[in-house]
């Protein structure tokens, strides 16, 4: 019994006029029913690899993973550019106007909102391990009411149980208002994608652990989370280079030990590192900070609602270091929020004790706080981050310490 | 003749009752041997990709790969947790209780320790080159006497000869007493494995150069090694998350002008990063170290042996650069060893000269000696790494520089 | 119709003697042929998975791509080292002299130069996109004049049309005087592959953004570049082995807000980072950069026409921030250049304002000038970057800080 499905030559024995291109979806759930058949005994669970050779297919029934170790695999991320599609008027003489590669456009019509849901109830013992996702491209084809708004509710990939070392690799997602949504992740591994043009592009939620995401090209919507995880420790992002846009573009919620090096960070809004709820003992070094004006007219008047005093990095929690990044600021004092004689603020400690910032370079056109500690703040350490006048303390001065760049 | 071979329709001439299923490594032995009927001469030595779909498979004769070039490719990865599953008691109503994806089962009856040998003798001129391993599960079933004691002699796959451009990569492996031994690499490539649950990971012995060890996940056991580097130099350790045990997590010896950057390390001993022999010139920067006590109760008694005065980071060498490192130790003081009066040490500077040790910040639940200088150390700088109290000095004050954290 | 396409099974109706093995080249064309006429409409454009087995394949015809998303891909980057065989006097004993994996000899008989030439003409609307080449070997066979010269007009891959989201991953390239060359890059893709023994191995040409070369092993031949990037802004450099030899390892020009981090550099002449026009805003960080002599004998007669007083880094714009790098510096004084009383530079700031140098450490047999500042640079930073005597400044006093290694 062979291991290997490909998606083009599947019957569903009960609905053969069903096809990959008429609903990949309808045809992967049929191969997991049969997969099934085939897993002997509790000792023997053999998976499967489910391949999707490069095509246009639509999924219109939701696909539900509820076993260990299957592979879905296609041959190439498809990307291309809606958002330039759509805002580019007439596209009657382009030479393609959609994504491609092993393209599934996901065009749900069961009802649900994802394309991949996976999950096992009731008995998710052991939890769900080594589902891999890889190579190919996932679509949410347009968003509603308009091209630019991120919105249409579609989830490309929701993990909804717990799960251990996962795998999401060389995937391409986009114009998804979720590109993909993780559980209560333990050894995730989320490297290699093209996730962009989506409303959020990755979610991890609940909690987890032990996690990376790494080596990825990013890049959500005005609306939504390029990175968001939540009551994660030891989550490693490195490596990424995450562009535009993103309401937030790292934010992390009662997050800790946690490590964010190594990247580079290209936006138009501030709150590029955002923080909700405690988030303590935190590493984020290492990083390439670029802040300037949205660069595209049709999105010239969006944002995510946080004015320049909100700090590139907005810091809540304690005992976090922030430590040899590079910050460059261009915007035109016309633009600055909320108006133009603030003075834009690069690290805002917000809240929280014993946080240590050193080693950081800002690159502005105008004056800027380097660092602004919150009247709440205590213990703060702000070493080689700027001269004293580049220092703000709303806190007394023995609640800081302070060694200005010479 | 087709150079892609499938280890579930081959079958051996001269013994044509072996399946892969039966044993899969006398299958890849026999077709070896075919390849080598295949290859002409010196200028046209091709070789072949072994494909292991998913599946169930024993291994009961070591592999012996003694050509340039081939590559065994699974789909998947299939890591499940034997240690969670042996250490829950019943686990008659569980889902699955076995490791899957393409899933090589280590089983030797040939009086082998090896899964994969990769060897050629005598003349192994020019060196083996570009062997890849991608993509498939090295599972060594059970530990002796217990399951927790990461013992079985088994070893997932071992390097013997000197070896060019290798390429380990998505591969899992697990309960096996040593995952991937090799010897004499040159640009070796280890990347975006799943390492855990093995007595030592990878084990880089004798010498080697110009290689890499990136974006994994890694984790082994409280017997041995997460990564072993003997006589190395210009190896590259990047963005992995490396978690418990590991008696060493780096361990060192003899290398030098090496590079461990970007990495996440989790712990519950000391020594987290140990040297041996004389180590030189080598880079260990922005990292995040935890240590804690065991938080896996069947795990609670073993240790690797060390105490807290040994240091998270065990320095043994001249020349070395340890900077914007975060640790975070949260040990209760009765655990602390040798005593709950001792002082942890973060940094132990044991021997060498000319170390450089800046911008390193410590957050911990106790008093903590953030930098311990030996007796016998000359030349230390120690900058921004904790105020004068927390940097113990053996040595002369002549013998170093200190900047204290303001 | 299938989308999967294998080079070995395909006849071309009008020239059907052709063969993969006689030219791989004339082979992949007509298959692209093929897939237009399985392209319906520009709202649905498939292309296609083109697999090249194990193998030793010919290519004497430049394969032109033209279309989005197609995936190029073999099953194994196969190198071996050319140089050390054509260094190596009589290899008549050698079990192999060749490349292999799924290998192709550039063999251009049709005056071209490039093995794959990417490019879209008039109508390039949208850029073309998601065009992938993966695991396969391109192997330029041999050099001239002589084995060491790295010249033979070869390349690659040339991608000469404005292009988004490419991906270049595990490929193997050998011998090319020319690698990979692309032009107008966005959102670029180069990650884990192996470029060795190329006369230059990356180069972004004209202009481009937010794209990432990480995860490789690269090292060109002492005539060019292993990474060179031009006009790129938000271009990130990461997790690299860099080895041998490179004019330049990196080179830089008019690019600016790009990231070199978390990097192994190892050469044998000054200018390992090199600029060329203007280049700001830059951040150069966590590096490990290893400086020694030729140690193979055959290349110990070649350089890169550069001195001692270059720098290993040469930095030419403003704003750049220099920071937590690590320079091994060991070179004989009687190797020295231009003499032995020579005292090397480990970075030059050549031009520019508002640079900023921190925290880096060097290691060297002889005294060195850690900074040295041109007369004409302006408001740069020195911080703990080495001893005042260990800095040289040709500007005024005013026209730097300095606060010295302690």
Redesign the interface.
């Known amino acids: 019994m ?3 499905y490909d998606v ?1 030559n599947w019957t569903i024995s009960a609905n053969p006029s069903v096809t990959a291109y008429s609903d990949i979806g309808a045809i992967i759930n049929d191969m997991i029913a049969n997969i099934k058949t085939n897993q002997p005994n ?8 489910i391949y999707i ?4 297919y639509s999924l219109k029934t939701r696909v539900t993973i509820d076993i ?4 879905i ?1 296609g ?7 809606l958002s ?2 759509y805002n580019s008027g007439n596209t ?10 092993s ?1 599934v456009k996901v065009e749900n019509t069961d009802g649900h909102s994802e394309a991949f849901l996976v999950t ?1 109830t009731p ?4 939890r769900l ?2 589902v ?1 996702f890889r190579d190919f491209c996932l679509d949410g084809v347009s968003f509603t009411p308009d091209q630019n708004s991120y919105l249409n509710g579609k989830v490309g990939i929701r993990v909804d149980s717990d799960n ?2 996962f ?1 999401v ?1 060389g995937m ?1 997602f986009v114009y998804l208002e979720h590109a993909f949504i993780n559980y209560n992740a333990d ?1 995730l ?1 989320v ?2 994608n ?1 996730i ?1 043009e989506c409303g959020n592009c990755i979610e991890l939620t609940s909690a987890g652990q ?3 995401i ?2 990825n ?1 990013i890049g959500a919507g005005n609306v939504g989370f390029s990175i968001f995880a939540e009551g994660h420790t ?1 989550l ?1 992002i ?4 995450i ?1 535009p846009r993103g309401a937030s573009m790292v934010h992390l919620k009662n997050t800790s ?3 964010i ?4 960070f ?1 936006n138009f809004y501030p709150g590029m590192i955002n923080m909700e709820g405690s988030n303590n ?1 935190n ?1 984020i ?2 990083n ?1 900070f ?1 802040r300037e004006v949205e660069t595209y007219s049709p999105f010239s008047s969006k944002n995510n609602g946080k004015d320049d005093l909100y700090g590139l990095i907005f810091l809540y929690g304690s ?1 976090n ?1 922030v ?2 990044n ?1 910050f ?1 600021y261009n915007v035109a004092s016309s633009s600055i929020q909320p108006n133009s004689s603030t003075t834009p603020t690069m690290i805002l400690v917000k809240n929280g004790a ?1 946080n ?1 910032i ?2 950081n ?1 800002v ?1 502005s056109n105008v004056a800027t706080n380097h660092v602004v500690l919150d009247g709440s703040t205590t213990g703060t ?1 702000v ?2 981050s700027g001269a004293t006048s580049e220092i703000l303390a709303y806190c007394s001065s023995s609640a800081y ?1 302070l ?1 200005p ?2």
């Open positions: 062979s291991t290997v083009t509790q000792a023997s669970k053999p998976a499967a690899v050779p490069p095509g246009d260990s170790y299957l592979q695999k041959s190439g991320h498809g990307f291309t550019s330039i599609r009657s003489s382009w030479s393609e106007i959609n994504p491609g590669g393209h096992r008995n998710n013992t052991p391990s080594s891999e251990d070392s795998r690799e391409g050894a591994n490297t290699n093209f962009t032990a996690s990376k790494t080596n090209l030891g490693l490195n490596g990424n280079n562009f030990q946690s490590t090096t190594g990247n580079r290209h003992q590493l070094s290492n390439h670029k005992n270091m430590t040899t590079f460059t014993g240590f050193s080693n370079y690159v350490k070493l080689d310490t060694r760049t010479p």
